[in-house]
């Protein structure tokens, strides 16, 4: 178990992340007033809930409250971001679930649907005790490092909870994006550590520059850039994790170097590139 207390210029803001070894899961507290992360999103599940305050975030192009008693569930790349719209600010509980080890317990558990990248919720927040519980017991068996047989219990749990929160795959899906955007997006996966310019996605769409903004931000939630940055920031995260420096990050992915990485990884993430490093690995900045 591996765990850091990231500093925070303002009094009002603290957070805490501690990560257990075995399974790769993460689990972070943390409170905020006012503003708490830009929007950016994730490889992994993320499973928690409100413990005091209001908490509200965007998450499917639609405006969440959270409250205490309320489960929040975030599936792997769903774009979000957060803050504290009262005065008091709120604090939460997260568990970050790495899509491998859900995979797994899935199968080994016969949850259908469950596991992969595909798995979609019903709801983004879930008014539902028994949940809410099951988040509860499995955040304190990580967080608390109960041992192995106490998270163990505990993740079984909860996974069998989330099995009844998944949306009926023949539903989940809407229309699909046009090819010509596809190809926009698949250039910046292929090839996200180049100095791509909007005139290399106009050549690969055959879409006239505004066009090609506005129907990219409408199919994806975001514009091409900040798509990029995304793809960039959950690469880097893989990259830190397996301790790789921060420097060396910067480079494989595309940041103009680690300031520029930095920049962006602590307004996504509210910690350092190097703080999260150390958490994955117990290796000194």
Known sequence: MTNATVPDGRNDHWLVVRRDAHTGIESLRAHFSGHAYDPHDHDDMLIGYTEQGVQRFQCHRSQHTSVPGRAILIEPGALHDGHAPEPGGFTYAMLYLPQPWVERAARRLNIPGLGGVEAAFGNTLVDDARLVDAIRRAFA????????????????????????????????????????????????????????????????????????????QREFGTSPHAYLVRLRLRAARKLLAAGHTPAQVAAEVGFADQSHLGRWFRRAYRMTPATYRRICTNMPD
């Open 141 to 216: 068996a990580i967080y608390g490092n109960e041992g192995r047989l106490a998270r163990d219990e505990a993740l079984d749990r909860l996974l069998e909870r989330l099995g009844g929160q998944l949306r009926d795959a023949s539903t989940a899906g809407g229309l699909a994006a046009p090819p010509a955007i596809v190809r926009a997006r698949d250039l910046l996966h292929e090839h996200m550590s180049w100095n791509i310019g909007l005139d290399e996605l106009v050549d690969i769409s055959g879409i006239d520059r505004f066009r090609l903004t506005r129907m990219f």
